[in-house]
């Protein structure tokens, strides 16, 4: 099982999304930021640490908004959602093809990745 991190950062009653670029598995879909915890990482350091390589920015790490296993063809993974706030920086697009700011009702208008489903369920719950 590959642990991986997530960051829902939220701008008022919006929240961030990524999409994938081309060159990666599950190309064009979107997702939040983040990406695998190396070996020695806690997970807030992986959060940091993939915050600043894919967007540029450094984010503050908050409380786990939610936490999911799901397996994918080529990888199973334990996806942790931190909520997160930038604390220096703007994002950029590094990494990713596109980067949006929706609201909770505009979900179903984006093809997100699989591990997301119980994750935006849960946002249109809370928000």
């Known amino acids: 099982m590959t642990q991986v991190v997530a960051a829902l950062i939220r701008q008022g ?6 999409q ?9 879909e979107w997702e939040f930021v983040g990406g695998k915890a190396e070996k020695g990482e806690t997970l807030e350091q992986a959060l940091i640490r993939e915050c600043r390589e894919e967007i540029g920015v450094t984010v503050k790490v908050g409380s786990v908004f939610a936490e999911v296993d799901h397996e994918y063809p080529d990888i ?8 997160a706030e930038i604390a220096e920086g703007i994002p950029q697009r590094l990494e990713h093809n596109d980067i949006r700011c929706i609201t909770p009702d505009e979900i179903p208008q984006y093809e997100f990745c699989p591990a997301d489903k119980d994750i935006l369920k849960k ?5």
Not at 13 to 18: N, T
Not at 123 to 127: A, H, K, L, N, V
Request: glycine content about 0%.
């Open 20 to 28: 994938r670029p081309e060159n990666k598995t599950r190309a064009f």
């Open 13 to 18: 009653d919006k929240f961030m999304i990524f």
């Open 123 to 127: 946002i249109r719950e809370e928000f």
């Open 76 to 83: 199973t993974i334990h996806l942790t959602v931190f909520n």
